[in-house]
């Protein structure tokens, strides 16, 4: 890791410090060939278990991520946008987009315990720890549907007023959300299934994904009009926005390294570092592949995961250093 040394003339004497500056140097190391064809959208590393969840048209595409190999699937989840893992309850969750519908799972056999009816077109879907309900956002219905996670039952619906994008829980009780139409974030209150506050965003237009620095309070927004914003969860402010590639589509934080990820849809990533709550720097950009632009993280090993398909073969592409 390269170093810069600061000296500073003291009066008795030289005193010098040592900071480490942010180590880039990530480039895409493996191709993981998957078979079949179509669409695909999120992806959901488990940690615990070792497993990367790939939505991939019809079904859930499922690798392990160390021996970085395919080793199981999930069909019927037809028009399938995210998942989302409850560790601690043994199930999963997916979005399924064409039937409006979200496929609970169990995670140790992948069989498929129950289909919950959902608002129109469900795209993001994430997990709340602090009220155990899992959240997916509506598409085409402006709304949220939240579902308890232990008995599968609808907890009720929270009208968002505009088309959602992705979504944070900050652990709480707050689920915040974006509207990319609007450029606005909303915050909602997990436990009584209300909107709380509608934030703006600019000069971020057309707010994409999300990620969070639940430690530090920040919203992390990868926004369309090529830039990366920084808001505080507390009082919606916009305290920096960082520039970053085209089409951005998923922002993920590794809390141990301070690194923040957008990847773009033009392929690459714009790696950004966490000099401190509130300062950010641009650490390199990224070359990945064209259209790979969802991206999920793995805490333990810092790799990235994107897929996307090029000349006909859809591929999980694995970045690290």
Known sequence: MMKRVFCLAMFLGLSCAVFAAPAGGY?????????????WDYLMVDEAARRLYVSHGTQVEIVDI???????????????HGIAIVPELGRGFTSNGQTSTVTIFDLKTLKPIADVPTGQKPDAIIYDPATS???AFNGESNSATAIDAATGKVAGTVDLGGGPEYAAADG??????????????????????????????????????MAMDRANRRLFLGCRSKVMAVVDADSGKVI?????????????????????FNSNGEGTITVIHQDSPDKYSVVETVKTAPRAKTMALDPKTHRLFLSTAENGQFEVLVVGQ
Request: net charge negative; with cysteine.
């Open 133 to 135: 309900r899992v959240f």
């Open 66 to 80: 160390d021996s970085l190999a395919v080793v199981g699937s999930i069909p019927k989840t037809a028009g399938i």
């Open 240 to 260: 920096t926005t960082v520039p970053i590639g085209d089409h951005v589509d998923a922002t993920v934080f590794d809390a141990e390294t301070k690194m923040v």
């Open 172 to 209: 709480n009780g707050f689920v915040f959300d974006n509207l990319e139409d609007e450029s606005l974030v909303l915050k909602i209150n997990s436990r009584e299934l209300k909107v709380e506050q509608r934030w703006p965003t600019a000069p971020c237009k057309a707010p994409s994904s």
């Open 27 to 39: 480039s895409v190391t493996k191709k993981i060939p998957i078979a079949g064809t179509g669409s």
